[in-house]
């Protein structure tokens, strides 16, 4: 045994914790030539075919979830962006439950029942705007009076329609194709006025016959077009064919289709949509890239307005209220006057309603009138709702919303009048509730025809304007009436619920710039207070806070109350209580406060330097004049200062 044996490294052995394995010799083994059999190869395990088709199908697999994936987003954006193609229900739209109900669009204004029944506690009171009778378009009343023409008056209480004319009313009544046009009788082809209860429908040819205005009737729904006002509009063409939707976006219904080059009146931009209105009465909104060549356009009609002629005066007015409570007060008007000085008008208190019929009480006084013309004054006789026999909202509308009561009440006044002389009346009705407003605006119409026919002024007062006042119409009042008067006082009254001024330099401000937005100015009297209020304020107790809670009386932590003073007597009341008077620049005015009587005592005063104020704010908006309320309670010197401003 050789070496390499002894030591148990024998060629082609390797150890191994087991018995030997004899490790083949590749010396031994190689072939005679020199070169190596060929190795024997691995077994492969898979094929690279098999990886392809694995591969591959895994490929379409994922292929086949994207597209599905693809599809479904696809549906699911279309789903909320894309174009909808469902029709409105145009009964819904229109609100049309009934085969005879038209629909009435005014302006590009839909009239719906809702709209008009936002203001009523009862829905189903509220009447279709429109109806067909026999073939005829017929437009509920308050949607005539409310868009199309507010002259137009119904009494349901005695069946008459009225239209007032300047010489006079046209009337109508229910059920007849006759009508009175003031005195003359005419006669239409179809039944003009058309009754359900106490609801009128007036036939469209009849409203157009008295108004600026233009019509179009379709079917499917059936529906009135209606334009009645004039003027600049927006209108735009078509760019293409396409639809009115009910709202802006593609998923909302749609109201009709319109084709490329059809007009539409552009109402309202609302960046990629735009509200139109077409001419065949549809609402709604297309895209605005749909629209070209948008412009302003002005529209007009011939029509011949009725003039309602006025007295105007050459001279800038100032009037002054006489307070006249019985009939030994008339015998004071010289006494009164003598120490007035640039005055023009006298308006004594002489008229009041007397009972719910139509009746007045009067104080007028021929001779008072020959006084005044003496000393070169006019005299506006007053007509009053309160101070007489009624002085309730409910009894003025007890009077107001029946023809024949008004007519009564006219008929006497003016009677009156004639016969002391007097050269005008004013009327100061101040118990009028909105339900009464349309009542009363017809009132003053009906009024302003009787002055004008016998050449009489008619001024009418009213409080400043405001939202809670605003069925007074004072606009309507300085169309058929001589002269507006805003009563520039009575900021804070006797039912005020904190003390404050009679009569601030912003009230007065305020309620003549609000007034000339209806009123011109060579039509508008401001009326100034001669009176203030003397205010007591008193700490509230905690039975009386608890008995207000829950009221507006409880925002305020003061009992208040008040009583009226002539100028010169509020002076002498700050005199004799030594209070410090000074200068308010917020109210313009004096005032002055004292502890007394377990509260303190407030007053904003009256007086020449508060009404120089308000002289200037009248004259530097030209007004037609001054009215003051009322004589007796100013002081002397103020005539002066009045005489500068106004002659």
């Not at 148990?8 to 190689?30: E, L, V």
């Not at 507006?484 to 009569?503: C, R």
Request: with cysteine.
């Amino acid at each position: 045994m050789d070496e390499r044996e002894r030591k148990g490294r024998a060629p082609g052995y390797i150890r191994q914790n087991g018995p030997r394995r004899q490790r083949p010799d590749r010396h031994a083994q190689r072939p005679a030539g020199g070169s190596y059999p060929p190795r024997r190869q691995r077994p492969v395990r898979r094929s690279s075919r098999a990886r392809r088709r694995r591969r591959n199908a895994v490929i379409r697999w994922m292929i086949f979830l994207v597209l599905i994936l693809a599809v479904v987003g696809g549906f699911l954006i279309w789903k909320r962006y894309g174009a909808s193609n469902e029709k409105a229900d145009l009964e819904q739209y229109y609100e049309l439950d009934s085969e005879d109900e038209i629909a009435v669009i005014i302006n590009n204004e839909v009239i719906r029942e809702s709209e008009a029944a936002e203001d009523s506690s009862e829905e189903t009171d509220i009447p279709p705007a429109g109806k067909i009778y026999d073939g005829q378009y017929y437009i509920e009343y308050s949607v005539v009076r409310d868009h199309i023409n507010k002259r137009f008056y119904w009494d349901p209480n005695e069946n008459i329609l009225l239209y007032t004319l300047p010489d006079g009313n046209v009337t109508v009544e229910v059920g007849s194709n006759e009508y009175t046009d003031v005195k003359e009788q005419k006669s239409a082809d179809y039944n003009i006025l058309k009754t359900e209860g106490r609801t009128a429908y007036i036939a469209l040819p009849f409203i157009q016959e008295y108004t600026n205005m233009e019509y179009e009737v379709y079917d499917g729904p059936a529906r009135a077009v209606i334009t009645s006002e004039w003027g600049e509009i927006q209108t735009a063409e078509i760019r293409r064919d396409t639809q009115v939707r009910y709202q802006g976006g593609v998923k909302s219904p749609i109201l009709t289709e319109i084709s490329k080059n059809d007009k539409v009146t552009v109402l309202e931009d609302e960046n990629d949509w735009m509200k139109v209105g077409t001419s065949d009465g549809f609402v709604g909104y297309v895209k605005t890239s749909t629209l070209r060549d948008m412009m302003a356009e002005t529209t007009s009609r011939e029509f011949e307005e009725p003039v309602y002629s006025n007295i105007s005066k050459d001279y800038t007015i100032n009037m002054a209220w006489h307070n006249v409570s019985n009939e030994d007060a008339n015998s004071y008007v010289l006494e009164t006057i003598a120490g007035t000085k640039g005055l023009t008008t006298i308006a004594p208190t002489w008229y009041s309603l007397a009972d719910t019929e139509g009746n007045i009480t009067s104080l007028a006084d021929s001779s008072y009138v020959n006084y005044a013309h003496q000393s070169n004054l006019e005299v506006w006789a007053v007509l009053r709702d309160f101070h007489g026999g009624i002085n309730s909202y409910d009894e003025t509308y007890d009077v107001l919303s029946y023809t024949s009561k008004r007519t009564r009440v006219i008929n006497q006044v003016i009677a009156s009048a004639i016969e002391t002389g007097v050269d005008g009346i004013n009327l100061d009705f101040e118990l009028i509730s909105a339900e009464c407003g349309e009542h009363y605006i017809q009132f003053v119409r009906e009024l302003s025809v009787r002055c004008r026919q016998n050449g009489l002024v008619l001024s009418v007062d009213n409080y400043v304007p405001q939202p809670y006042n605003a069925h007074y119409d004072i606009e309507e009042q300085g169309i058929v009436a001589d002269y507006v008067v805003i009563m520039g006082y009575d900021e804070h009254t006797d039912g005020s619920y904190e003390a404050g001024s009679v009569a601030s330099i912003g009230f007065l401000e305020n309620g003549i710039s609000d007034a000339l937005e209806s009123v011109s100015s060579d039509k508008l009297i401001a009326g100034v207070p001669f009176f203030t209020r003397l205010w007591h304020e008193t700490p509230k107790t905690e039975q009386e806070l608890a008995e207000e809670a829950g009221t507006e009386a409880a925002e305020y932590p003061n009992k208040v109350t008040s009583s009226a003073y002539s100028m010169d007597d509020a002076v002498d009341m700050v005199s004799n209580y030594g209070a410090e008077v000074r200068w308010d620049e917020e109210t313009m005015q004096n005032y002055a406060e004292w502890e007394g009587d377990g509260g303190t005592y407030k007053i904003w005063l009256e007086d020449a330097r508060s009404l120089e104020e308000k002289l200037k704010v009248i004259t530097a908006n030209n007004l037609a004049g001054v009215a003051e309320w009322s004589l007796g309670m100013e002081d002397s010197s103020v005539w002066d200062l009045i005489l500068q401003y106004v002659n």
